[in-house]
């Protein structure tokens, strides 16, 4: 499997992401600009709400840089233990630790990222290829770790 290929993917995802939310900040920014008004407190309302909703894409873009900051450290070296940009396969599925952008596939293959935050990678920890570990109820096992 190719750490490099995925590395790219994912933070070619987070940067499209940022892209997203800074364009939303900005029309919705605009849009706030547009309703200012001297019809009283119908408009403020709408600015108000409008303004949480900035606030609200702001919070997220903030969340996002720090995912980018994240895998700025990330390299695509074999692991020996399981961290961030670790590949861990389970007999449940391919899972790459690095910022939780959803599933990808690469050569037909299923990887779904996840954080080292996420209880499934705090479950992983520490553990070695061959090792079980339980979440949820169901039991895995670490077939691979690059």
């Known amino acids: 499997m190719d750490k490099e290929k995925i590395l790219s993917i994912v933070k070619n995802k987070i940067s499209e992401k940022i892209q997203n939310l800074e364009t939303l900040i900005a029309e919705t920014r605009a849009s706030s600009n547009d309703t200012k008004s001297s019809m009283g407190d119908k408009y403020e309302t709408g600015r108000e709400m409008l303004q949480q909703e900035i606030n609200n894409l702001q919070r997220q873009l903030n969340e996002v840089l720090n995912q980018q900051n994240v895998l700025q450290k990330i390299t695509a070296d074999p692991s020996l233990k399981i961290q961030n940009g670790t590949l861990v396969k389970t007999d449940k599925g391919l899972f790459y630790i690095a910022a939780p952008i959803?599933?990808?596939?690469?050569?037909?293959?299923?990887?779904?990222?996840?954080?080292?935050?996420?209880?499934?990678?705090?479950?992983?920890?520490?553990?070695?290829?061959?090792?079980?570990?339980?979440?949820?109820?169901?039991?895995?096992?670490?077939?691979?770790?690059?």
């Open 102 to 146: 959803g599933e990808i596939v690469i050569d037909q293959q299923k990887i779904m990222t996840v954080s080292v935050e996420s209880p499934l990678v705090k479950a992983m920890l520490g553990l070695n290829k061959g090792q079980t570990f339980s979440i949820n109820n169901n039991q895995q096992v670490i077939e691979g770790i690059w």
